[in-house]
């Protein structure tokens, strides 16, 4: 019983020790070992797209007051913002709210408040200022934006991934030189990151002419977990 009772001890311990070295270096499948490490990359673009939010609001006695003048004051936004180089394509309705305003006893109804907004793409970051000055101008009273984005995001991602990936390669073989082994081909690999932008640096604007709008630099991160063979 005792014999069984020792048997049964060392076979945990071994699987306690089997278990943690496991988690530095394992068998695939195959019989190879492998390590798995991850990996960091950056990639950098200057935006040349700006996305705004313009939108106005009104009040009115009525809900037909209030919905009507904030219809006309959007339709003026939306004339302006075309006027100015932007295609009906990239204008696009975003919200659309009516809601009673109440008196001091919250119950009373004392008039109505409408509002209205749509997005708008500029393509040229060059142009951002002139379009946001025509929109203001126009009555656009809420302002949301710019967010400054790269039509190239996707490469840029794509790029942002390779560096990663040659970040975890570099950190595999560094392993593997240590341990006097030598690192053979991808046994798996997967992403832990999106490809949303970060801002960086901002660069001067060239248009005095209009509200300034610098681009800037945009960093994209990426994130990778590759696990090599060793052999």
């Known amino acids: 019983m005792k014999s069984a009772a020792t048997s049964l001890i060392v076979l945990v311990i071994a699987l306690a020790i089997g278990f943690a070295a496991g988690r530095m270096e394992h068998r695939g499948s195959s019989g190879a070992r492998t390590v798995t490490v991850s990996g960091d990359g950056t990639a950098t673009a200057v935006p040349d797209e700006a996305d705004f939010s313009f939108g106005v609001s009104n009040q009115g006695k009525s809900a037909g007051e209030a919905s009507t003048a904030t219809s006309e004051a959007i339709s003026r936004i939306i004339a302006a913002v075309k006027n100015a180089g932007v295609a009906e394509a990239d204008i696009q309705t975003a919200q659309i709210s009516l809601y009673p305003n109440t ?13 209205n907004s749509v997005s708008v793409k500029v393509h040229a970051i060059a142009d951002a200022g002139t379009v946001l000055d025509a929109a203001t101008g126009a009555g656009a009273n809420q302002v949301s934006g710019p967010t400054l984005v ?3 995001q996707h490469q840029v991602y794509a790029d942002a991934l390779a560096s990663a990936y040659a970040d975890a390669k570099a950190r595999a073989q560094a392993i593997a030189d240590a341990s006097g082994r030598s690192l053979g081909t991808v046994r798996a690999a997967s992403e832990q990151s999106s490809p949303g932008p970060i ?3 901002a660069a001067k604007s060239s248009d005095a002419s209009a ?21």
């Not at 509200?211 to 052999?231: I, K, N, R, W």
């Open 103 to 115: 008196g001091p006893n919250g119950s009373t109804v004392t008039g109505y408040t409408a509002s």
């Open 150 to 152: 790269s039509s190239k």
């Open 199 to 201: 801002a960086m640096s």
């Open 211 to 231: 509200t300034p709008v610098e681009p800037g630099t945009l960093s994209v991160d990426a994130q990778v977990t590759v696990t090599f063979d060793l052999h």
